[in-house]
T-cell receptor
Framework: KNQVEQSPQSLIILEGKNCTLQ??????????LRWYKQDTGRGPVSLTI?????NTKSNGRYTATLDADTKQSSLHITASQLSDSASYIC?????????????FGKGTTLSVSS | DVKVTQSSRYLVKRTGEKVFLECVQD?????MFWYRQDPGLGLRLIYF???????EKGDIPEGYSVSREKKERFSLILESASTNQTSMYLC????????????FGQGTRLTVV
C-alpha cells in the first residue's frame, strides 16, 4: 500500500533556530516528491519538488533532500522566522499509464515562537 | 499565476441540508480533486475528475457526490449533511506534466450543526 509518513507530528522552536522535518515513503511507481506549506486557514502551497535523480534542492531558507534508496526526504529550515509557523505536508506522486495519484503525509505542524 | 477559487471560506449548515461547495480554476487544467482535511488525519481524497462529465471515487466518497459540467468548475455535493462532515474542504487543480503540482483553493470550513 502506498504510504507517506511524516515526523514529528508537531514541533516548537525558537525564532532564529534551525529545524528538520522528516518524510518516509513507500510509493510505487515513484514520480516525484513535493513539500507543501500550509498556513492556518489556507490551502497548501508547493515549496519544492524533488525528482528521482535529485538529492538536494533549496528554496531560500528551505532545503529539501531526497534519498531514493532509503525512500526518505527531509525539509530543513534555516534561521526560522515567525512566518514559518505552518503545517508542512510531504506529498509523493505516483504515475503510471492509468494516471497520477498523489499520496499525502499527515503533515508536521511547526510553531516558531519569539 | 494559477488561481483556484472556492466559493465560500466558511459555511454553517443544518443536519439534513443539501450542501454545494463550488470550485473554479482558471488555468484550463483537466484534473480536479476534492479533499477533506481533519486534525490528525491529513488530507483525504473524496472525489476527482480527469475531464468534463467524468468523475472517480476517491478514498472516502460516502455521503458525497460531484458534478463537472464545465472544465473549469468542479462541485462537491453533500446530499444530506451530517455532523461528521464538519471539516475543512480543499479543492485542487493539478497539472499533468510539470511534476504534477497541485494548486489548492483557500479552503471551505464547513460546520454542520
Amino acid at each position: 500500500k502506498n504510504q507517506v509518513e511524516q515526523s514529528p507530528q508537531s514541533l516548537i522552536i525558537l525564532e532564529g533556530k534551525n529545524c528538520t522535518l522528516q518524510c518516509n515513503y513507500t510509493v510505487s511507481p515513484f514520480s516525484n516528491l513535493r513539500w507543501y506549506k500550509q498556513d492556518t486557514g489556507r490551502g497548501p502551497v508547493s515549496l519544492t519538488i524533488m525528482t528521482f535523480s535529485e538529492n538536494t534542492k533549496s528554496n531560500g531558507r528551505y532545503t529539501a533532500t531526497l534519498d531514493a534508496d532509503t525512500k526518505q526526504s527531509s525539509l530543513h529550515i534555516t534561521a526560522s522566522q515567525l512566518s514559518d509557523s505552518a503545517s508542512y505536508i510531504c506529498v509523493v506522486s505516483a504515475s503510471d499509464q492509468a494516471g497520477t495519484a498523489l499520496i499525502f503525509g499527515k503533515g508536521t505542524t511547526l510553531s516558531v515562537s519569539s | 499565476d494559477v488561481k483556484v477559487t472556492q466559493s465560500s471560506r466558511y459555511l454553517v449548515k443544518r443536519t439534513g441540508e443539501k450542501v454545494f461547495l463550488e470550485c473554479v480554476q482558471d488555468m484550463d487544467h483537466e484534473n480536479m480533486f476534492w479533499y477533506r482535511q481533519d486534525p490528525g488525519l491529513g488530507l483525504r481524497l473524496i472525489y476527482f475528475s480527469y475531464d468534463v462529465k467524468m468523475k472517480e471515487k476517491g478514498d472516502i466518497p460516502e455521503g458525497y457526490s460531484v458534478s463537472r459540467e464545465k472544465k473549469e468548475r468542479f462541485s462537491l455535493i453533500l446530499e444530506s449533511a451530517s455532523t461528521n462532515q464538519t471539516s475543512m474542504y480543499l479543492c485542487a487543480s493539478i497539472v499533468t506534466g510539470q511534476g504534477g503540482e497541485a494548486f489548492f483553493g483557500q479552503g471551505t470550513r464547513l460546520t454542520v450543526v
